[in-house]
């Protein structure tokens, strides 16, 4: 294979690299506030989706940068919603975490089934937000893919300094390491949850409107995207804002590159096989790189 | 493990009750219909109902089957085997249905034609291609729409006729009994008639990013693409190949015959050619497919796709041989069905030996937009 | 007479902070052997070490000889050196006689089969193993609490099952990590005289504490480390006129003024 | 309330005379399946604490396992306990892994069972491919083929009350007490001188082991295998049933069992709501608090040992 088809299909992986992390990035957001495996985080995005493409019909002119703030607005929203009116609940019953991971399941399928009967069934299709193609020397790259690339990581770096800069962020920050201590220093554990929850809501609408304008948006879109993003997140080691982008990335590029060498009928197998081998090694993913030396 | 002593099981009986209560009416006639109304496939799942709620609703305007109404228990199988192998033994066992029409893909049809054969219920297949159905000495089956590899061999007909400039052509499949089965006789019968295959790419269902198979098909130089996919995926493919700024022809199964493939291909649609149990563009003088479109679109205001004129021509061609029958019976049902020769919205529909219809498969392309007849 | 317990330059780091820095100790058997230090002086380092809750940078351990340097905690437990942790680690949803009984898992044989099918060996052995349990149990004075869960004891309580658990198989070697750290001074008196009882049965002790009275009475030698380092070792007499010790408690008022004590 | 279990047995047992229905037998034989299923993961998950998001994988070898076996002319009595002992042993693959903890644990067990469902969709020559294996032979007993559902639904209810009895048994024992320990605490387990890895590993075979036998239960039962019934979702499922059931509790874990089998069939009256309603409700279950439905009654007359 040559080098510019190589490049080619390396671009690929970085973009749907982009959207697991922005996926990922929630999970680890939320597992380490609260300790939850949220596999409803790909019905988030799948919902934020499907909200940026309605937005778009209603207003077909509409922005690209709008259309991506209508799918984060509907994902943070929704999520912050689940926070407050399930988990909170839950929670606040003295459940154990099992039945509240459960729970999560159970929305994850309640809002598939909910957007298949508002949105159909059928697949629908984003009109092409970019076009055109992009060409350097003999290498042409899709438009589609450096945009979200592009946002991606300019998403990214906005999370970051929104956590490390703001006080709202910082308030997470703290809840996510010492809940006790963070409430002693006057920060509103529960609005502070719901924040964590709408912040990675809103990364996962994102997701949503990239993968959706690449793709389509569909009702079951989130299902094996989710999943892929929690084994990505976990790659990273869960909790680390860092990793789940890492994570996110690299698991992009190992599947999209397993297709290539290996054979495709066995292309998730490659980077579960992966994912297996380096928990072995680093039990706590990549992030735990950095705490061995200790 | 060793919390509560007492077990709460003697409460499972209640949960079952309700079930129990349905009532059991002596008399409609009863058939079954089941295909995936959730899931990925559920679009197919809806449009099969569609079709077979029409003729129903037409059949007991017109009073009926011999005097008495005709009643669709209608279950939703997800596409998993052990659900319509559920469906199957309810179909037979509680609700006595005397015929059932069902399902969509080939792992649930056959599940649940195992119990239908146990169980002495007629089935009709609406949608699922997979050779293997009709094949293993079960009296009980039939199927509505053409095995893949009857298709396969039309497409391939059609290819030698028409486009003789294709010789070798790289393959791509959704990796499972459909696009394996279709992609694998393509391969036996373009061989036959002198074509190659230079490369063959897979995917697992619900891939959206194809950059990988679709670099490494170009990469083998071919004259054509073969696409066996269902149109979720088709148009992706078809998309990111054309991203790819490549001009190859893309001939394509019958997964792509349903009217959201161009809606979800947009531009890159355009002129590709593949093979469909039915198209309205070329049943333009067949008065069944008329008939159909006009009270679908009275109905339900859509154009009719492939799964509606199967699961249409599946659902008159059984209450015509329920009629037959003269009562409401499985075996003479069944007996009744195999000797179908009716106009159909694909033509004059008969049953083979092995319960398959007779039908040649029509081709198109798609221009602006639509569907035409490529034969033509 | 072979000590019980070696410690030969034992050594751990931490990245790069050094927390032991090559510390000698010999425990003879049938003693209280006390270590002290102040804050951070290594001393629940060196516990975890000899329990072997991770493997030591340097240096090496002997059990009556044996070298044990390089045998995981389970095992070294399995040997006779069992531990209780500074801030308590009991089963909390089993009940303080099952909570005992994990202390002698180790001296039973039944396994998946014999459950299964319920032999009567395995059963014999199931009546002997919660005898013990509740030997133990009586031992350490909780005789009465056995069937209650072990999270919804007081916090006394606690700490005396986790000692139960450890003591029940009789251990050759019994760490105990800070055993009076919020008891009141009734209950701090009682834990002395549990010590001695320990040390009666046959059983040597580590022990690790702040409560200067409760070393001072109940130990018959004590080590002093300080920043990682072996300081003095000696008995508690000697080690209060130690002017080494002394010194290095000096700023550390309140421990200063227990010591004198 | 010792007799709880006999008088539950004794409702199973006459259940076919309660239900001449041999649709609601298939039923029942699926919940028996299901609680079988479910009873192996409340055994890693309730005992030893371990969560596992891959038992579809080795209820899949189960499955298969004994399909293959019989279909190559192995009687059933002998196919069905060696596919529950092959799939147990499949499990040794995953020992280095349970050294992982929580999600950790969570996501290699996950992988693990999208390679065994990958295995079991591409390697046609074994397992049929995406097309399955058909014809799979009844369940036998002593060489005679079950053809009345009732025998079927015995045999399968049977094995249920038997594995029921045997892990409620395992739970109990010396060896259950210590899986119990190390869900609680590890580094006090292993101060205690128990082998945790050792003990957390034979969860793991046992669990296998039970969820291989409820698979080739369903092989026989069913009579069809593809791979769409052996994808994560199947895991999801009993990951469901169980804490839908309450974790901890073997009882739970038969009641989650039959709420899963039953309520979507029992939806089916809501046609495509129905898995809109199902997601609804088991957000809903949820609510019912720890002990899920097993911890009801005793919630409601409010037992003074409740968890802390």
């Known amino acids: 294979m040559s080098g510019a088809a190589l490049l080619e299909v390396a671009v690929g992986g970085i973009a749907i690299g982009c959207v697991y992390s922005l996926l990922a990035l929630g999970y680890s957001m939320i597992i380490r506030a609260s300790g939850i495996i949220h596999f409803a985080q790909g019905e988030v995005m799948m919902i934020g989706s499907m909200c940026g493409l309605s937005a778009l019909w209603l207003a077909p002119a509409l922005h690209p940068a709008l259309v991506l703030l209508a799918g984060m607005a509907a994902g943070g929203v929704l999520a912050g919603a689940m926070e407050l009116l399930v988990y909170r609940t839950l929670r606040r019953r003295r459940v154990p975490l099992m039945n509240i991971i459960t729970a999560t399941v159970g929305l994850s399928i309640l809002l598939m089934n909910a957007a298949r009967l508002g949105w159909g069934s059928e697949p629908l299709r984003y009109p092409d937000l970019f076009s055109g193609a992009v060409e350097i020397g003999q290498l042409r790259i899709s438009p589609q893919l450096l945009w979200i690339a592009g946002t991606g990581f300019a998403i990214m770096i906005a999370l970051q300094l929104f956590l490390s800069k703001t006080r709202p962020g910082l308030a997470m920050q703290a809840i996510a390491q010492d809940p006790d201590a963070a409430q002693l220093i006057g920060i509103n554990l529960s609005r502070s949850m719901a924040g964590t929850f709408a912040v990675a809501g809103a990364m996962a609408g994102a997701a949503g409107v990239m993968l959706g304008s690449l793709f389509f948006s569909f009702f079951e879109m989130g299902f094996i995207t989710g999943l892929k993003a929690f084994v990505a997140a976990t790659l990273g080691g869960l909790g680390s804002i860092g990793g789940a982008m890492l994570g996110g990335i690299l698991f992009g590029l190992i599947e999209t590159f397993g297709a290539v060498f290996v054979s495709s009928a066995y292309k998730d197998a490659i980077g579960m096989l992966l994912l297996i081998a380096i928990l072995l090694v680093l039990p706590q993913g990549l992030a735990g790189l950095r705490k061995r030396g200790r | ?376 | ?261 | ?308």
């Open chain 3, 1 to 261: 007479m072979t000590p019980l317990l070696e410690a030969r330059g034992i050594a751990r780091r931490f990245g790069g902070l050094v927390a032991l820095d090559a510390v000698d100790m010999q425990v003879a058997p049938g003693t209280v052997h006390g270590l002290i230090g102040p804050n951070g002086a290594g001393k629940t380092t060196f516990l975890n070490v000899i329990a072997g809750a991770f493997p030591p940078s340097g240096g090496s351990l002997r059990l009556e000889g044996g070298d044990i340097t390089a045998l995981a905690g389970d095992a070294r437990a399995r040997l006779g050196i069992r531990r209780t942790f500074q801030n308590l680690k009991l089963f909390p949803e089993m009940t303080a006689l099952h909570n005992a009984a994990i202390g002698l898992h180790a001296d039973g044989r039944a396994g998946v089969l014999s459950a299964l099918l319920r032999l009567p060996a395995q059963r014999r052995e199931e009546r002997e193993i919660m005898a013990r349990a509740a030997e133990a149990l009586d031992f350490v004075g909780l005789a009465g609490q056995a069937g209650r869960l072990a999270g919804t004891l007081a916090y006394g309580h606690r700490r005396l099952l986790e000692i139960a658990r450890a003591f029940a198989p009789r251990p050759k070697l019994l760490l105990l990590d800070e055993p009076a750290a919020g008891l009141n001074p009734t209950e701090a008196v009682a834990l002395t005289a549990l010590i001695a009882r320990i040390r009666e049965a046959g059983t040597t002790v580590i022990l690790v504490e702040h409560h200067m009275d409760v070393v001072m009475t109940v130990c018959d030698r004590v080590t002093v480390l300080n920043y990682g380092k072996h300081l003095s070792t000696g008995t508690p007499a000697g080690i209060q006129a130690d002017p080494r010790v002394i010194e290095a408690y000096l700023g550390q008022d309140a421990l200063a003024e227990a010591l004198a004590c």
């Open chain 2, 1 to 376: 493990m060793s919390l509560p002593r007492r077990s709460l099981l003697a409460a499972v009986p209640a949960l079952a009750a309700p079930a129990l209560a349905v009532a059991q009416s002596r008399d409609p006639i009863r058939v079954g219909a089941f295909g995936p109304y959730s899931g990925s496939a559920a679009a197919f799942g809806q449009s099969m109902r569609e079709a077979i709620d029409i003729v129903t609703e037409t059949r007991n305007r017109a009073g009926g089957v011999g005097g008495r109404r005709i009643e669709v228990v209608h279950a939703d199988d997800g596409g998993r085997p052990e659900e319509a192998a559920t469906i199957a033994r309810r179909f037979a066992t509680r609700d006595r249905v005397v015929l059932a029409f069902g399902s969509v893909s080939s792992p649930a049809s056959l599940s649940a034609s195992q119990v239908f054969r146990d169980e002495e219920v007629p089935q009709i297949v609406i949608t699922a291609t997979s050779q293997r159905l009709t094949r293993l000495g079960n009296e009980w089956i039939f199927r509505s729409t053409v095995p893949d590899r009857k298709q396969v061999s039309d497409l391939v007909d059609f290819i030698a006729g028409k486009h003789p400039q294709a010789r070798r052509f790289a393959t791509i499949c959704v990796n499972d009994d459909f696009g394996r089965g279709g992609v694998e006789a393509f391969g036996e019968m373009a061989r036959a008639k002198g074509l190659t295959i230079v490369g063959e790419e897979r995917y697992a269902r619900g891939d959206i990013d194809f950059t990988a198979q679709l670099t490494r098909l170009r990469g083998a130089n071919p004259d054509a693409v073969l696409d066996w996919s269902r149109y979720t995926e088709g148009a992706l493919i078809i998309r990111q190949l054309r991203q790819m700024q490549s001009n190859l022809p893309i001939f394509g199964s019958d997964g792509y015959a349903v009217p959201a493939f161009v809606e979800l291909a947009g531009p890159a649609a355009e002129g590709v050619i593949y093979v469909t149990p039915f198209s309205i563009a070329t049943a333009a003088n067949n008065p069944v497919a008329q008939r159909l479109a006009a009270e679908l679109r009275a109905a339900h205001n859509k154009v009719p796709d492939g799964t509606h004129a199967l699961a249409y021509d599946a659902a008159n061609a059984a209450y015509a041989a329920i009629e037959r029958a003269g009562r409401a019976e499985r075996r003479p049902i069944r007996d009744t069905l195999r000797q179908t020769d009716m106009d159909s919205t694909r033509g004059r529909l008969r049953f083979d030996q092995t319960g398959d219809p007779t039908l040649v498969s029509p081709v198109v392309v798609i221009r602006n937009g639509r569907e035409a007849d490529a034969r033509a």
């Open chain 4, 1 to 308: 309330m010792r007799w709880g279990t006999p008088v539950t047995l004794l409702a199973a047992a006459l259940l076919p005379s309660a239900l001449p229905d041999a649709f609601l037998l298939h039923l029942m034989t699926s919940v028996a399946i299901a609680a079988i299923l479910a009873l192996g993961l409340q055994f890693l998950l309730g005992v030893s604490g371990q969560l596992s998001l891959g038992q579809a994988a080795f209820y899949g070898v189960g499955a298969y396992g004994s399909a293959l076996m019989t279909g190559a002319g192995l009687p059933f009595a002998a196919a069905v306990p060696l596919a529950a002992v092959f799939a147990g042993l499949s499990s040794l693959v995953l020992i280095p892994v349970t050294r992982l903890r929580g999600p950790y644990l969570a996501v290699a067990t996950l992988g693990f069972s999208i390679i065994a469902y990958l295995v079991i969709k591409n390697e046609e020559w074994l397992t049929g491919g995406s097309l399955g294996l058909m014809g799979i032979s009844r369940p036998a007993l002593f060489g005679e083929r079950l053809r009345d559902p009732a025998h079927v639904y015995w045999l399968c209810a049977a094995l249920a009350a038997l594995v029921y009895l045997g892990l409620r048994r395992l739970a109990d024992s010396r060896f259950g007490r210590a899986a119990h320990a190390i869900r609680q605490d590890e580094d006090a387990a292993r101060a205690s001188g128990l082998r945790v890895t050792l003990i957390k590993s034979q969860c793991f075979v046992i669990s296998a082991a039970v969820s291989g036998l409820a698979g080739a239960l369903f092989a026989h039962h069913i009579r069809y295998l593809g791979p769409a019934d052996f994808s994560f979702w199947k895991s999801v499922e009993v990951l469901i049933m169980v804490v839908i059931g309450g974790v901890g509790s073997a009882a739970g874990a038969i009641l989650g069992a039959a709420v899963v089998v039953l309520l979507p069939e029992w939806l089916r009256a809501v046609g495509d709501y129905r898995l809109l309603v199902f997601g609804g409700a088991v957000v809903g279950l949820m609510l019912f608090g720890s002990g899920g439905l097993a911890g009801l009654p005793g919630a409601l007359r409010r037992r003074p040992e409740a968890r802390p």
